[in-house]
């Protein structure tokens, strides 16, 4: 069974800052994608950005970059130059490569931006 | 980008009575939605797992009488909450998995806020 841990309740950053949130995994299965969401206090989920177990580089998407480190099984988001609309709560997850399967979320953490 | 529309997105029903949730993709095939619930500052848990043309599969715990799931076609997946109860408010979401993209994110639906009175 897949598993993913994130253990920052809650974050809080000054605006432009960067911040990193913390995401580890763990899976028996070598392909996977991992994901991270964004959900604000109305409650849509907004996909950020995904990391496949394969790729060689980490990915970016334009302010957020995800450190992935398969050795250690993390899966790191990096925003950078937060801005004061980047608060909302940041679901880390894992969906495995084989068949259309769900994802496997962590239970999140929630960013705080202060001007 | 892929669109997953969700209606409706807030509802207020009385105890006893059935309330249906539609799931949409707009612009795609999704051969499999997920429907799922939040509780407050909790994370999403799956509620089960709905395949075009065939019975859902639900999670343990969640029971299929209460919440009927139909996905009647490539493009709508439908929540019931038969006979709801004050326990039953929550916040419904459903996502999609496009049917050409075995890795694309899910595409989520805005999510339906459910009171029970």
């Known amino acids: 069974a897949q598993k993913i841990t994130q253990t920052q309740p809650g974050m809080f950053v000054q605006e432009k800052e960067a911040v990193t949130l913390d995401c580890t995994y763990d899976t028996s299965d070598p392909s996977y994608g991992l994901f991270w969401y964004k959900q604000p206090s109305s409650g849509e989920m907004i996909f950020l950005i995904y990391q496949g177990s394969y790729d060689q580089q980490n990915a970016t998407e334009g302010r957020y970059s995800l450190n992935f480190q398969k050795a250690r099984k993390s899966a790191n988001l990096v925003i950078s130059a937060s801005q004061l609309g980047d608060s909302a709560m940041y679901f880390c997850?894992?969906?495995?490569?084989?068949?259309?399967?769900?994802?496997?979320f962590g239970k999140g953490t929630m960013l705080l931006v202060s001007p | 980008g892929a669109v997953v529309s969700q209606h409706p997105s807030r509802v207020i029903c009385k105890s006893g009575t059935s309330v249906k949730i539609e799931c949409r993709s707009l612009?795609?095939?999704?051969?499999?939605m997920f429907w799922y619930r939040q509780f407050p500052k909790k994370s999403l848990m799956l509620m089960a797992t709905s395949n075009e043309g065939s019975k859902a599969t639900y999670e343990q715990g969640v029971e299929k009488d209460k919440f009927l799931i139909n996905h009647a076609s490539l493009t709508l997946s439908t929540l019931t909450v038969t006979s709801a109860q004050p326990e039953d408010s929550s916040f419904y979401i459903c996502?999609?998995?496009?049917?050409?993209?075995?890795?694309?994110?899910?595409?989520f639906g805005n999510g339906t806020r459910l009171t029970v009175t």
């Open positions: 612009d795609f095939q999704a051969t499999t």
């Open positions: 997850a894992m969906r495995l490569d084989s068949g259309y399967s769900t994802l496997t």
């Open positions: 996502s999609a998995a496009r049917r050409d993209r075995a890795n694309s994110p899910l595409h």
